[in-house]
């Protein structure tokens, strides 16, 4: 693929060299393409094997390195959605180096799937969960935290780098609640582990994820039934950590064993706590800051990866907790007492 500039100063063609390709990267009656009109603000014109691009400078520059970034990864043998789309064209305003974008450096690889960044935050993220010991991830829901946090449990998991993968959660308060629950230990906490199922079954084959989970090589492990062991050859997952105690996340941390690997996520502004507790995540996120081996990336809500509505919820939600919180915070007035007229003040004078 190459690019060459078009008869008017406005206007970039980009040359590719597989038709094939090039309609995949189009997508079902050129959804993909008017994907990246609407988020660039540019005019894509598909003729043949080139693609004609419209639009200011910026724009133009943007579009196409979105464009070439998505073939480049059709050319790997990836397939292209809409989602990769708002990804690559998220990662084209990035900091991340060209060089680096859209050229799979930075990816985890599973049996399902190879998964890419589609922010830069994402891509801190997946270096993080690839070189550190220890990671945070923080931020709304949407952001790719806990996904990401799994798919690297499973990438390292394949590769024979860790022996099994613990999934845990804060599902309920000190374990007391699993026993009013029907099943075994794995059926009471199975509804509060769905989204991290959900990745498995994302990255893994249905059949080895109901294997590894029998045999143990996955295993499902309440926070509250954590005290006392020694996590090791093991990749550790605590989702939903916004809602430990500072005691439990302390608990949690010192689980680690050797040549384990440890990812906790959390919103920290999503605390369910009992009012007045502290959420041992932010406890840990400060005492730990600077720690060797550990590693804390924050998403922020242009990091949303869903449906483009929820980033707009997101964005709302904020914006009224923004606009609530300077409300409390604004100091008020105290009410003046109004002023006596000579009338009533002759009046108080006779009485």
Do not use: W
Request: aromatic share 4%; proline share 5%; net charge negative.
């Amino acid at each position: 693929m190459r690019a060459q500039s078009g008869a008017r100063p406005d206007v970039v063609v980009l040359d590719f060299d597989d038709n094939h390709l090039l309609g995949a990267l189009a997508g079902v009656a050129d959804c993909n393409l008017a994907r990246v009109e609407q988020l660039t603000g540019v005019t894509l014109t598909p003729r043949g094997n080139r693609v004609a691009i419209r639009g200011s400078q910026e724009a133009r520059d943007q579009a196409a390195r979105a464009l070439s970034d998505l073939y480049a990864k059709l050319k790997r043998g990836q397939d292209v959605a809409m989602a990769d789309v708002d990804g690559a064209v998220r990662m084209t305003a990035s900091t991340v180096p060209a060089a680096r974008r859209g050229s799979g450096s930075v990816q985890l690889v599973t049996k399902r799937r190879i998964i890419e960044p589609r922010s830069e935050n994402q891509a801190l993220y997946m270096q993080a969960l690839q070189s550190s010991e220890l990671v945070f991830g923080l931020g709304p829901a949407g952001t790719g935290k806990t996904y990401l946090a799994v798919a690297a449990g499973v990438s390292l998991f394949i590769q024979g780098q860790v022996d099994r993968i613990i999934l845990s959660r804060p599902a309920v308060e000190a374990g007391e609640r699993l026993g009013f629950l029907p099943g075994d230990l794995r059926e009471k906490i199975d509804p509060y582990l769905r989204p991290l199922y959900d990745a498995l079954y994302d990255t893994l084959p249905a059949e080895q994820v109901a294997r590894s989970l029998e045999s143990g090589e996955i295993e499902v492990a309440p926070l509250a039934f954590m005290r006392g062991r020694t996590l090791s050859n093991a990749y550790i997952i605590l989702d939903e950590a916004q809602n430990c105690t500072s005691v439990q996340m302390k608990m949690f941390l010192t689980r680690l064993g050797e040549n384990s690997r440890m990812a906790i996520t959390g919103d920290p502004t999503q605390v369910d706590l009992p009012l007045g507790a502290k959420s041992g995540l932010r406890e840990a996120r400060d005492v730990l800051d600077g720690v060797p081996g550990v590693a804390v990336t924050e998403f922020a809500n242009v990091d949303v990866v869903r449906h483009p509505l929820v980033t707009r919820i997101v964005e709302a939600y904020s914006r009224s907790e923004r606009s609530l919180l300077e409300t409390k915070t604004t100091p008020r007035t105290a009410p003046t007492a109004p002023r006596a007229t000579p009338e009533s003040d002759a009046d108080n004078a006779d009485d």
